[in-house]
C-alpha cells in the first residue's frame, strides 16, 4: 500500500535532491517513440541527435533550484523514473528521514566532487560530472612541477568511486526490474 502523503513526501525529496536531472546520475535521456523532439526542443530542453536517435542531454537545462520548469510537459523517460530512494518509501521499507538522510549525504560527496574538479583546474562549464571528472583525469599531470595537484586528484578519484557505487547501489534502478 503506498503510504498516505506520499506525493508530497516524494516533492520534498526531490526538492532537496535533484541528482537525476543535473548531470550527477545521467548524463543522457533517451527520446521514446511518439515523442516530438521539436516539441521538447521548443520547451528549451537540449535535444540533440546522433546516429538517428534523440536524446537530452544532462544537465537539464529546465532544473531550476532542484525543480522541473516544465513538469507537467517533461519527457517519457522523466515521468518514469522513480529512483530507489522514493521506491523504498513508496514501498514503505524506509522512511522518509531515511531517504532525506541518504539524499543529504550523497550531496555532500557530489559537492565535493566539484569542489575537487575546480581545484584541479577545471571550472563549472555546465557538463556532466562524469564528464568532467574524467576530463580531469585524463589530462596529464607533472608531480614534480604541479605538487598541488596529487592529493586533490587522488580524493576527487576515490570520492567518484564512492559516489559511483552509492549511486548505483542506493538510487539507481537495477535494468529489468521494471
Ligand atoms: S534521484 Fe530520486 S530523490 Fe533525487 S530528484 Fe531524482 S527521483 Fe527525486
Ligand atoms: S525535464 Fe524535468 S524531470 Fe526531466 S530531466 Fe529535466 S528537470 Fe528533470
Redesign the pocket.
Known sequence: MIPEGFPETAAR??AA?????DGT?FQIVRMQPGEVPAELGRLGLKIRCREGEYFMEQPCSALVEKRCTVYEKRPVRCRL???Q??ARVERGEIAETEAMTM?VETRAMVERARALIEQCGLREDGQDLVTRYERVMSTPVNETLEPELVKPREELDETMRKLKLRLNRE?RVPPNSH
Open positions: 525529496l526531490c535532491c535533484g541528482m537525476c536531472c546520475m523514473f522513480n529512483c530512494q522514493l539524499i538510487f
